[in-house]
């Protein structure tokens, strides 16, 4: 059956988060620090408007960017949070983030089109990419903390460029860029004409100041990802929000068409409470991961890992010590089978990636705590 399959599917592979967390799924008592979910409930006056929608038999398609009200709600929402400045009509509602980026990188990407992507990163862009017959072109950070800077775009950009992709707060660092630092990178990007992907998808989870979007920048040249799943807990309602100039989002429409028809009509009512009615839900979120990054910062430094502090997400992209003989991937299967605590070899974000590992701090703090003292005794045997 494999020949009735497209070679460029065949190609890709499953994420190497999730591969990971499969491999190790079946171990028990496992502190997993693995996946990106966030440990609070979903607002309960989110969930009371999902219960009204069903009672209400709010259950019918919607239009295909989104109802109205939730196209409005976001439009106010992103204005008052990060003075973007898009109308209900430069805005579809997507399933998700993630559905946002496929729609994006179809729309716009041709065969040979090379994308910019700074690494490490999240590895849900480069396979589509690749099946649209374009290139990943990455942009090495180990360097320069995790931050792409201006001289860096500059010197990778070529005829070929199409776009680049933009994701602070960064997963799987957790870094992000200031205002002045994208000052810099926007400036380089309305000199060369490409485009800009911005996943700013945990853009309400920065620790230091607001988020600065690029999109304020060089708005006719960015096309904005975000979504509820981290600002609210809502990883399972799946609502993302895709934004760009209206010529660019009128052929968007089309893609998400054929693919989802519309995001949950029910989804869509709690992301509208959500907007309209929980601008600072995750205060309390933001509040707690910080407090969490702390300890494990602390913890970490101690064992001996080499660490660039995180200004947001809920990740920690520690490096191992020179004491540590194996790759990154062997190490983390060593550390789950005999301590019993799950992170992410960072090979499965980056080339580079082989003498770090993610972890993640979306967990209770009793969890962290444990999962702190486990990888303690685990790394004494490495003094």
């Not at 592979?13 to 997993?32: H, Q, Y």
């Not at 040979?112 to 700074?118: H, I």
């Not at 997963?171 to 000199?191: D, K, M």
Request: net charge negative.
């Amino acid at each position: 059956m494999q020949k009735h399959v497209r070679q460029s599917v065949q190609e890709i592979e499953i994420s190497g988060i999730r591969k990971f967390n499969n491999r190790v799924a079946g171990i028990p008592d496992m502190i997993r620090l693995t996946l990106g979910e966030p440990d609070f409930p979903t607002p309960d006056h989110v969930k009371n408007a999902a219960i009204e929608a069903i009672h209400h038999d709010f259950t019918n398609y919607t239009p295909n960017a989104g109802t109205q009200e939730l196209l409005q709600a976001a439009s106010h929402y992103f204005y008052d949070k990060y003075d973007l400045t898009y109308n209900p009509k430069e805005i579809i509602v997507t399933v998700g983030a993630t559905e946002a980026i496929s729609v994006a990188l179809q729309t716009i990407l041709e065969a040979g089109d090379e994308v910019l992507l700074p690494d490490p990163i999240y590895p849900g862009y480069e396979p589509i990419i690749h099946l649209m017959g374009a290139v990943s072109v990455k942009i090495d950070t180990t360097e320069t903390a995790f931050k792409l800077t201006a001289e860096q775009l500059r010197a990778a950009i070529t005829p070929k460029t199409k776009a680049l992709i933009l994701p602070y707060p960064s997963n799987p660092t957790g870094v992000t860029l200031t205002a002045e630092e994208l000052a810099e990178i926007a400036e380089v990007v309305r000199e060369t004409g490409i485009l800009v992907i911005a996943d700013e998808i945990y853009s309400e989870l920065t620790f230091f100041g607001t988020h600065t979007s690029i999109a304020t920048m060089i708005r006719e040249q960015t096309i904005v990802i975000n979504g509820l799943s981290k600002s609210h807990a809502m990883i399972g309602w799946r609502i993302g929000f895709l934004m760009a100039p209206e010529a660019l989002i009128s052929q968007m429409i089309k893609v998400h068409q054929y693919a989802v028809t519309c995001a949950s009509s029910i989804s869509q009512k709690a992301a509208e409470e959500a907007l309209r009615n929980g601008k600072d839900d995750a205060v309390q979120m933001r509040t707690e991961y910080n407090t969490r990054a702390g300890f494990v910062h602390e913890r970490l430094v101690k064992m001996g890992f080499s660490i660039i502090e995180p200004d947001g997400a809920f990740y920690f992209f520690a490096k191992l010590p020179d004491s540590v003989s194996e790759n990154s991937f062997d190490w983390a299967i060593a550390l789950a089978e005999e301590a019993k605590v799950a992170v992410v070899p960072g090979d499965a974000f980056s080339e580079k990636g082989d003498r770090y590992f993610r972890l993640s701090f979306a967990a209770s703090f009793s969890q962290l705590a444990e999962a702190m003292d486990r990888m303690t005794s685990f790394m004494n045997k490495y003094a």
